[in-house]
């Protein structure tokens, strides 16, 4: 077997979760990982197709996966005994800020003459302040679209190493100089890469590691797949790290990138050629314009698809555009985010819909046949109070009964957490738009995501909820819609027994973890925590 080139390694959120205590938030619920957040970024797929077909062997180990599966697992011995060209980590979320950072640090520790390189949104945003403070970092690849910045950087790695000239690259020189090549990669199509199903499945078997390229824990057992429609957004979410701004302002993006339409289509045929799962397609295909979802669409009814499509809107899309969905897929779902049943909410966030407009693409949907229909809701928003998180959830009520008996109208809702993400308007201009941020840094950030309880991870309170009141509201809502849905038979019994103990377990777990941070003394909080947590 030839000698690999790159392995791109993702990390847990937090690198000693088997070992060290602390109460998880809820997050999680609405994403197919568990509280490590182990599945891995849909960028590992097409970095790894694109280098393997310019000529380089790229290996995908989701570490955090391994970890999970087996609590033995010694990263350590087995990192050791990997020897590849560069090792590669994400930090795209900064969820994962305090894995990465000591997943790189035990990397170069094993490996001090082999270079590390981060990439993703967060990194790029940090990409000066990672390698000022992290030696153990040797280089940053920024913006959303690396693949060819990476293919120069290894081929420069193995051959003359001459860095200079590298699109996107934050590096030391041999002066420990930190130098920053401009950020002049930024495609304005995105054709030339591709989300490969059947490249991961062989990389599964030439390495022998299908835990190493498991998505998330239950994969094999829901195996979700998905394409992208584009990088970049149009719109402008306050806390979004990956609005139409933000892009703009640490990823150099003017305008979004799209996929073309027929290779959009093709990704799908060759997922449902080989997995009988079901396929999110990542972003609003009408996001492009209305021409451009309506020739996907007309490609995708060239071929008859068992597959479930699930469609991302970030607005409603009017009937005649969703009978065009009905008529080209046998099995279509949509999800969508109004985040708040209160349109003022909603408008401060920034999507700028009402209900009448949400509730017409609902009933429509349903009468032309949608699988399912999922409504993602959030607290922790601009004007949001406790009382409004919990009127959401009398929301979802009304909308349950009013769609009777239509039993695939699946409302969720979560925190934003843990983290305003970086880049984001709110983060960088947090009183004008009603938040308070308590840490900006990424070693704050770091250690923040060391504390005993996700209430004390919040990197922010609002003008109208303090830390207690998002936790508790998410808690009480998360409680309130459990019960919702094991009443309408949207969950069964057992499951909702078990979400209602979990939801209570967890309250009293943060009362006490509140209790015992009120301690003055920090040696006797650290011991009370420790016995708390045995």
């Not at 302040?129 to 030696?135: A, C, F, Q, T, V």
Request: charged share 25%; proline share 6%; glycine share 6%.
């Amino acid at each position: 077997m030839a000698p690999v080139d790159l392995i791109l390694l993702h990390p847990p959120t937090l690198y000693d979760f088997r070992k060290r205590r602390g109460l998880y938030g809820p997050i999680s619920d609405v994403v197919p990982s568990t509280p490590v957040f182990e599945m891995y970024p849909i960028g590992f797929a097409s970095l790894s197709e694109y280098l393997e077909r310019h000529g380089l062997k790229v290996r995908i180990v989701n570490v955090a996966m391994k970890m999970l599966k087996d609590r033995g697992f010694d990263v350590s011995a087995f990192l050791a005994k990997q020897k590849p060209r560069a090792f590669g980590l994400d930090l795209h979320w900064m969820a994962h800020v305090q894995g990465a950072l000591a997943l790189a640090e035990v990397v170069k520790g094993l490996h001090p003459r082999i270079p590390v390189i981060l990439g993703g949104l967060s990194a790029t945003y940090y990409h000066e302040e990672i390698l000022r403070e992290y030696p153990f970092v040797d280089f940053v690849l920024r913006g959303d679209s690396t693949e060819k910045p990476l293919v120069r950087l290894i081929q420069e790695i193995k051959g003359n190493k001459r860095f200079q000239d590298i699109p996107n690259l934050t590096w030391r020189d041999g002066q420990n100089t930190i130098r920053v090549n401009p950020l002049s990669h930024v495609p304005d199509y995105l054709d030339e890469i591709a989300i490969d199903y059947r490249h991961i499945m062989k990389k599964v078997v030439r390495y022998r590691d299908p835990v190493g390229y498991q998505p998330f824990v239950n994969w094999y057992n829901y195996p979700v797949t998905a394409v992208f429609t584009c990088r970049g957004c149009n719109y402008n979410c306050k806390t979004c790290g990956g609005s139409a701004n933000t892009f703009r302002s640490i990823a150099h993006r003017k305008k979004t990138a799209f996929r073309d339409p027929a290779l959009l289509a093709r990704d799908i045929f060759h997922i449902a050629e080989h997995l009988n799962a079901p396929v999110m397609v990542i972003g609003d295909i009408f996001q492009g314009g209305e021409d451009y979802g309506l020739t996907f669409l007309q490609e995708l009814k060239k071929r008859t698809i068992p597959n479930h499509i699930a469609f991302e809107f970030f607005m409603p899309p009017r009937r005649a555009l969703l009978e065009k969905i009905a008529e080209s897929v046998t099995n279509f779902n949509i999800e969508i985010s109004p985040e708040s049943h209160d349109e003022e909410v909603r408008r401060a966030f920034g999507r700028l819909y009402d209900n009448q407009a949400l509730e017409r693409m609902i009933g429509d949907a349903v009468d032309l046949g949608c699988k399912r229909i999922d409504l993602f809701f959030m607290t922790g928003l601009p004007k949001q109070t406790y009382q409004s998180v919990l009127e959401t959830v009398d929301y979802c009520h009304d909308l349950i009964e009013r769609f009777q008996p239509y039993d695939k109208l699946l409302p969720f809702i979560s925190p934003l957490a843990p983290f305003l993400d970086p880049g984001s308007a709110a983060f960088e201009e947090p009183e004008r738009y009603g938040y308070r941020l308590l840490f900006k840094g990424i070693e704050q950030h770091r250690q923040a995501l060391l504390a005993p309880s996700w209430k004390y991870i919040l990197n922010y309170e609002t003008q109208w909820m303090d830390r207690d009141a998002i936790v508790y509201s998410t808690y009480e809502a998360g409680k309130r819609l459990n019960r919702l849905k094991a009443r309408y038979g949207l969950i069964d019994p057992k499951t909702a027994d078990a979400v209602e103990a979990r939801i209570e377990g967890a309250v009293r777990i943060m009362k006490e973890i509140d209790r015992i941070m009120s301690v003055p003394d920090e040696g006797e909080r650290e011991r009370l925590l420790d016995r708390f947590f045995e």
